[in-house]
T-cell receptor
Framework: AQRVTQPEKLLSVFKGAPVELKCNYS??????LFWYVQYSRQRLQLLLR??SRESIKGFTADLNKGETSFHLKKPFAQEEDSAMYYC??????????FGAGTRLTVKP | NAGVTQTPKFQVLKTGQSMTLQCAQD?????MSWYRQDPGMGLRLIHY???????DQGEVPNGYNVSRSTTEDFPLRLLSAAPSQTSVYFC????????????FGQGTRLTVV
């Protein structure tokens, strides 16, 4: 079955510390993975997608097919990074499968 | 620039009541979808539409109906609310499904007592 697992419901780090939000997936085809973010009182929005190989707001994510992972990383966390983060797998053009989410808190 | 608008933001229903969650977008998007978000389970697809007059079921469609009479609107109907439908509901739209960037509404928090 197609599944996205985010093992950490909550993650707390201090400002300036590195942060890694974990995501593992199971999918029989060629995966297309995304990270979505929801800041407090804002809408869910796309943060980055693996095919773009881009860095957004200092975040990067590398698709590791061998480990079936797509972890989100940032070397120096900022307070404004505090948010809910969702890893998502594009199952088909009409269906995106989301993980349960990780709430990141960056403490001053 | 409204984007995707969901109404209401909050709703409390009694078991057995019916109601419609509204979703409207002003971006002329063909694809619209409804997700529900439950603790520990992430967002799950309820129904989606690829254009006016075309709808299909997602992962968890039972207990919900949809229709798409216009490009702009994609209402979600609960015919007989059950406590298991207590959730946060999100509407999303995009120009061509998840192959293009999707935009989300702010969500509707529904409680069924």
């Amino acid at each position: 079955a197609q599944r996205v697992t985010q093992p950490e419901k909550l993650l707390s780090v201090f400002k300036g510390a590195p942060v890694e939000l974990k995501c593992n997936y199971s999918y029989s085809g060629s995966p297309e993975l995304f990270w979505y973010v929801q800041y407090s009182r804002q809408r869910l929005q796309l943060l980055l997608r693996h095919i773009s190989r881009e860095s957004i707001k200092g975040f990067t994510a590398d698709l590791n097919k061998g480990e079936t992972s797509f972890h989100l990383k940032k070397p120096f966390a900022q307070e404004e990074d505090s948010a809910m983060y969702y890893c998502a797998l594009r199952y088909n053009n009409n269906d995106m499968r989301f993980g349960a989410g990780t709430r990141l808190t960056v403490k001053p | 620039n409204a984007g995707v608008t969901q109404t209401p933001k909050f709703q409390v229903l009694k078991t057995g009541q019916s109601m419609t969650l509204q979703c409207a977008q002003d971006m002329n998007h063909e694809y619209m979808s409804w997700y529900r978000q439950d603790p520990g389970m992430g967002l799950r697809l309820i129904h989606y539409s690829v254009g006016a007059g075309i709808t299909d079921q997602g992962e968890v469609p039972n207990g919900y109906n949809v229709s798409r009479s216009t490009t702009e609107d994609f209402p979600l109907r609960l015919l007989s609310a059950a406590p298991s439908q207590t959730s946060v509901y999100f509407c999303a739209s995009s120009s061509q499904g998840w192959g293009t960037e999707a935009f989300f509404g702010q969500g509707t928090r529904l409680t069924v007592v």
